[in-house]
């Protein structure tokens, strides 16, 4: 280690051995300094991971229930297709917006960038048409799943898609679970059939223009799209490069022209005759930005965020749905609402729980006893472990099924 002399030379030293009589009274060592800086390095990303808690649990939360406000406002009810749209062209433009600044501004570096990644590696970008277009199916069948189904309701059942995740990882990449996780997985779908159960048997009021059977279907479809895509976008893009926002924008293309294309065969008529924008409230636009912005902004924040936090921002906005749908659509729980929630919150964690968590938990306890025995007088608060570095890695799929859409392209 090197330590900086008051005079400015650097003096080479080994671990700790730094002389008493090298130093000026009330200079800290380098022992000292080193451990006062892991310290506040560990206080900066503790306070990073509760931060990605706030923004994960918002998120999901925020926009099933804004999907299911603007969708249950008495008056005219806007097209889904054009929400779908609009969102796919405000995160193309966002991104290209963050490549124009790491560009410096410079237009002509953007452009020859954007020829090379879109135009010259045309194979790569050909292999991000699959996933957008069932993308864009997810982001519709969301809307008729919302539509038709309670808020709460939905937020519980859409966790299948860690069930289908997890089994299409086992077929298409050979990945194994462990007998944990597959416990978990039949315990969650044990939960789901609970909580539809009790939908069916007309757990409280509902709405004439509601069909729950509707919302099943395509609450299920959404989960098996969201479960594929996940995984073939693995599989084709292992190993390539490109930033976030590139495969962001490259995404945005292709879901604007496919949104569009779904627009016109779906309601390509009563678009025409009544607006793109018809039917569009503040609140119809607000979640348009949420879900333009939403997973874009947990991109960002989520590679500070280990699994069992995942998993716990997962818990917290089923629990946070089911409150805010008591508030706002006066869901009524009944027990056996909340034993399948519970049930699925549950397995939610179980699943995420790595493995070998008792090595890990013996590893970290010795590691921590050795560091006692150091020479940093700045110690970890008892029964600390270090802070961890912060890491960057791509995200498993397998092992990491809480990744919204746009966390998917790293």
């Known amino acids: 280690m090197a330590a900086v002399g008051s005079g400015g030379s650097n003096a080479a030293a080994g671990p700790g051995a730094v002389s008493a009589g090298s130093l000026e009274p009330g200079t800290a060592s380098a022992g000292e300094t080193g451990c006062s800086t892991r310290w506040r390095w560990g206080e900066a990303h503790r306070r990073l991971k509760y931060i990605s808690l706030a923004v994960l649990v918002v998120q999901n939360a925020s926009l099933i229930l804004s999907i299911r406000y603007a969708r249950t406002l008495p008056g005219d009810r806007f097209f889904a297709t054009t929400a779908v749209v609009m969102a796919e062209v405000l995160k193309g433009l966002t991104c290209l917006l963050l490549l124009f600044a ?33 993308y864009t199916l997810q982001n519709n069948l969301q809307y008729v799943a919302i539509s038709n189904l309670p808020a709460a309701t939905f937020q519980v059942t859409y966790q299948l898609k860690i069930l289908t995740t997890a089994l299409f990882s086992v077929l298409m990449l050979n990945r194994s679970l462990s007998r944990l996780q597959w416990a978990s997985l039949l315990l969650l779908f044990t939960g789901v059939a609970i909580v539809q159960a009790q939908q069916a048997g007309g757990g409280g009021p509902r709405p004439l223009d509601q069909n729950p059977g509707a919302g099943l279907a395509a609450v299920v479809a959404s989960c098996l799209s969201s479960g594929f895509a996940g995984v073939y976008f693995e599989k084709i893009l292992k190993g390539s490069s490109g930033s976030v926002w590139l495969r962001n924008l490259q995404l945005g293309l292709f879901g604007t022209a496919l949104g569009l294309v779904g627009l016109w065969w779906a309601e390509g008529t009563a678009v025409a005759r009544r607006g793109f924008f018809f039917g569009y409230t503040p609140a119809v636009w607000g979640v348009v930005l949420n879900q333009a912005f939403g997973g874009l902004l947990v991109a960002v924040v989520v590679k500070y965020a280990d699994n069992i936090l995942k998993g716990f921002a997962t818990s917290l906005s089923i629990v946070l749905s089911t409150v805010a749908s008591i508030r706002l659509f006066g869901f ?54 270090p802070p961890p570095k912060l890491s960057s890695h791509r995200a498993d799929l397998s092992t990491e099924p809480f990744l919204p859409k746009s966390v998917l392209v790293k």
């Open 102 to 134: 790491q560009k410096r501004g410079n237009v002509k570096h953007l452009a020859l960038f954007l020829h090379e990644a879109v135009l010259v590696q045309y194979v790569d970008t050909l292999k991000l048409a699959v996933p957008s277009l069932i």
């Open 332 to 385: 009524h729980v009944d027990p056996l609402f909340a034993l399948g929630a519970g049930l699925v919150i549950g397995a939610v964690y179980l699943y995420s729980l790595p493995r070998g968590t008792a090595k890990a938990i013996a590893s970290t306890s010795a590691s921590a006893s050795a560091s006692t025995s150091g020479p940093c007088t700045h110690q970890q608060p008892p029964g600390q472990p």
